[in-house]
């Protein structure tokens, strides 16, 4: 059921898309007009790259993306020689130029997979081509750009097709097109730089009418408003600037409030999702220069984000991953992380600084923030890291985040190990979100990770792709930890059931865990669930003798099957 207040707001919101749709907002080009962000000078910082490791990949990429090879999602997408930016490639569908509202872009069988489409249509590639013209001096990449640019606007003029159907989408493409004019603006040709930054001040005309205010408000929100801060102060001094940089602003200063808890963990209950929300905040941070309250919330983010990266600085995919990324998503998707915490002034290496760090605060700025490796319970997240030397174990006692918990999976109670570089038990992740519902569902049940599974029942029933109801009832009974042990209890209850886990890690190296199981009389299947990282680790447990023989030979018999 819809609130009086959202209806209106709905209703409003159309009014003035339709308004929008019909009669696109005009900008007009003053010629002493010129953009300004606050972001370091990006001939200095490709400078000091120069010849770097980081330098080198991005050269080979953009020669990559010229010859029309996109990295996407860990594969490769070849598009040939002309570019169809609203073309499912993997299945070949290709949505019409609709009004944007009617787009099905949901559904798989008539839109494709939305997710595919539009993480070319970001134009993140765009930016490591303008990167590679400041390294190399390549007028070949600036040229590549303009094409696409030209291609693209006059396949998808404004709020029709499916390159307009989210407000997250048209924030991450204006935010690319920032940064493509802050490296290299000042060469685009003229006629093209007129029209495409039109393009741009429509894109934050849109933002303005459809932020994520009921639909999705979460890192969506947080990505369009950021974004819209952000072309505030790009065109300051025109019409609507003043609005949207104070908007934006406004959003993003209550969002820190209301989802990010006050142990610094985000509320959507995914690993992910509070890189993403990290990334934003800290990139409006740079921006805007927000308040003491604000900067401090976002250092306790960064410290909940070290302690689940662990040692090996490796991000555990617990909960929704959907495979994108706020700034430069090529390399190493479990080393993103790296980036995001030297950004936030933790010690790292070289390397980890050239991909975020060097773009957003420039080459001058050092690390202060060296933190020692120790276990923590996050209190808001209900979630334990458990640490040894190399060794790691992440235990997720919350599983399901706020609202209708769409990022979140059936996992509570669930454990992650890792020892130096061997990933013990792992957290599967996610598969898909729309395209095939079958994958979706399991790669989000009980099933898929390290807990238990009573009757062969969800801990909560998924209510469509992104929403869990009857979710369960998890609590903390008790948290210790001192120099030898660290110990977890907790409970999840659903159906009936309770389930209670005791999790004892003895340092260095052993961990207990026993499960106890309370409900309703009579025979019901109990399955203690274990996804190994690698058929070796299989030798670290240590289980009942009955139990052991069955799972001897179910591995048998999976690897008799996979062979």
């Known amino acids: 059921m819809r609130s009086a207040a959202e209806i209106a707001f709905r209703v409003r919101q159309e009014i003035a898309n339709i308004r929008l749709w019909a009669q696109p907002p005009e900008f007009s080009l003053d010629p002493e007009f010129a953009p300004q962000i606050p972001l370091p000078d990006a001939a200095e910082v490709a400078r000091a790259l120069a010849g770097s490791a980081f330098a080198q990949q991005v050269v080979a990429l953009a020669a990559e993306i010229r010859s029309h090879r996109f990295p996407i999602f860990g594969s490769t997408l070849d598009t040939g020689p002309e570019i169809r930016w609203r073309r499912d490639y993997r299945s070949g569908i290709e949505t019409p130029l609709d009004y944007f509202r009617f787009v099905p872009y949901l559904d798989a069988a008539r839109a494709g997979d939305h997710k595919l489409i539009w993480e070319l249509n970001r134009h993140q590639h ?41 407000g997250l989408e048209v924030a991450f493409r204006a935010l690319s097109w920032i940064w493509i004019h802050h490296l290299a603006g000042k060469k685009i040709p003229a006629n093209l730089r007129t029209r495409w930054l039109g393009e741009l001040f429509r894109h934050g005309c849109f933002l303005e009418n459809n932020l994520s205010i009921y639909f999705s408000p979460n890192t969506h929100l947080l990505g369009e408003a950021l974004v819209l801060h952000a072309l505030g102060l790009f065109f300051a001094g025109t019409a609507r600037a003043a609005n949207w940089e104070q908007l934006g602003a406004r959003i993003m200063r209550e969002q820190m409030e209301r989802q990010v808890r006050e142990d610094g963990s985000h509320v959507e209950q995914s690993t992910y999702y509070h890189v993403y929300a990290l990334d934003m905040f800290q990139l409006h941070a740079i921006l805007a220069k927000p308040g003491h309250a604000y900067r401090e919330k976002l250092g306790r983010m960064a410290d909940y984000l070290y302690a689940l990266a662990g040692p090996l600085r490796k991000l555990a995919f617990i909960g929704d991953d959907d495979g994108g990324r ?9 080393e993103f992380v790296r980036a995001t915490l030297a950004t936030a002034g933790f010690t790292c290496r070289a390397h980890d600084l050239h991909s975020q760090k060097h773009w957003w605060l420039g080459c001058q700025a050092a690390g202060q923030r060296p933190a020692a490796d120790s276990s923590r319970f996050f209190p808001g997240a209900r979630v334990a890291v458990m640490i040894s030397g190399q060794n790691q174990v992440i235990v997720n006692a919350g599983a399901f985040g706020h609202r209708g918990a769409g990022h979140s999976h059936a996992g509570a109670l669930s454990i992650v ?3 130096g570089e061997e990933e013990i038990l792992i957290d599967p992740g996610t598969y898909s979100y729309t395209a095939e519902p079958e994958w979706r569902d399991w790669f989000r049940s009980t099933e898929a990770h390290n807990t238990v599974r009573i009757d062969g029942m969800n801990q909560g029933t998924a209510a469509g792709p992104f929403r869990w109801k009857n979710r ?30 005791r999790i004892e890690f003895r340092k260095p190296g052993l961990l207990l865990v026993v499960d106890k199981v309370f409900g309703p009389p009579g025979e019901h299947d109990v399955e203690q669930l274990w996804h190994l990282g690698s058929a070796e680790g299989r030798d670290r447990f240590s289980l009942p003798e009955g139990v052991d023989r069955l799972w001897r030979k179910a591995t048998e018999s999976a690897a008799a099957r996979a062979a």
């Open 417 to 419: 190990i890792r020892a």
């Open 472 to 501: 369960p009832e998890v609590r903390v009974v008790s948290w210790t930890s001192s120099a030898d042990m660290d110990l977890l209890e907790a409970e999840c209850g659903y159906s009936g059931f309770t389930h209670r886990r």
């Open 126 to 166: 765009l930016v490591v081509l303008a990167q590679a013209y400041l390294f190399t001096g390549d007028g070949g990449n600036l040229s590549e750009i303009c094409n696409q640019l030209e291609s693209w606007l006059d396949q998808n003029p404004f709020a029709r097709g499916i390159n307009w159907a989210s």
């Open 326 to 334: 706020l700034f430069h998503p090529y390399g190493c998707r479990e």
